[in-house]
T-cell receptor, first 113, second 118 residues
Framework: GEDVEQSLFLSVREGDSSVINCTYT??????LYWYKQEPGAGLQLLTY?????DMKQDQRLTVLLNKKDKHLSLRIADTQTGDSAIYFC?????????????FGQGTTLQVKP | GAGVSQSPSNKVTEKGKDVELRCDPI?????LYWYRQRLGQGLEFLIY????????KSGLPSDRFSAERTGESVSTLTIQRTQQEDSAVYLC????????????????FGPGTRLTVL
């Protein structure tokens, strides 16, 4: 069945780069997403990548997709304390792209000043 | 504009009781999703509504769980005879769910209902 795996915890110092990794199993995914959950808040879409792309850059965020290895990563440059949150990787498992997603367990990013 | 709202924000109940959780999606969003998030775990898909189509109930963990949605508006998730393992945050999301190559289907999440079963 479908499965999305992430490492559970990452700690970095302010100003460093953070790399959060994710592996998924469904090769028919159309889009892959990164959601951010801040303490006491709901999940918000952070960025996404279409499955026929290898890389997407959006300001401090870089998403890399390796379809062969089914590996997705999120790089945050110049990490700030405000980036401390839980980051969820998600894949759309419905090839008709109707929105059904499978989420990973979430990676807690701790940014130390 | 208003986002997705859920009520109650917190619910404490005794084992064996029934509970009903409510979700108000963003107006105009045809798709609505329910997820469960257990402590320290990821989101577990429960059920998906899209317009007037039959819901995708493939994620419901047991027949104690059911959900309804009236048209493209409010949805209620009902858990009958609650068990301690039902304790979790229940999240609702809605999206335009355009489908196909129309672009991404960004899901907008509500703040969740924290359910505690004693």
């Amino acid at each position: 069945g479908e499965d999305v795996e992430q490492s559970l915890f990452l700690s970095v110092r302010e100003g460093d780069s953070s790399v959060i990794n994710c592996t998924y199993t469904d090769s028919s995914s159309t889009y892959l997403y990164w959601y951010k959950q801040e303490p006491g808040a709901g999940l918000q879409l952070l960025t996404y990548i279409f499955s026929n792309m290898d890389m997407k850059q959006d300001q401090r965020l870089t998403v890399l997709l390796n379809k062969k290895d089914k590996h997705l990563s999120l790089r945050i440059a110049d990490t700030q304390t405000g980036d401390s949150a839980i980051y969820f990787c998600a894949e759309s498992i419905d090839s008709s792209n109707t929105g059904k997603l499978i989420f990973g367990q979430g990676t807690t990013l701790q940014v130390k000043p | 504009g208003a986002g997705v709202s859920q009520s109650p924000s917190n619910k404490v109940t005794e084992k064996g009781k029934d509970v009903e959780l409510r979700c108000d999606p963003i107006s105009g969003h045809t798709a609505l999703y329910w997820y469960r998030q257990r402590l320290g775990q990821g989101l577990e898909f429960l059920i998906y509504f899209q317009g007037n189509s039959a819901p995708d109930k493939s994620g419901l963990p047991s027949d104690r769980f059911s959900a309804e949605r009236t048209g493209e508006s409010v949805s209620t998730l009902t858990i009958q005879r609650t068990q301690q393992e039902d304790s979790a945050v229940y999240l609702c999301a809605s999206s335009l769910a355009l489908g196909g190559t129309s672009g991404i289907n960004e899901q907008f999440f509500g703040p969740g209902t924290r359910l505690t079963v004693l």
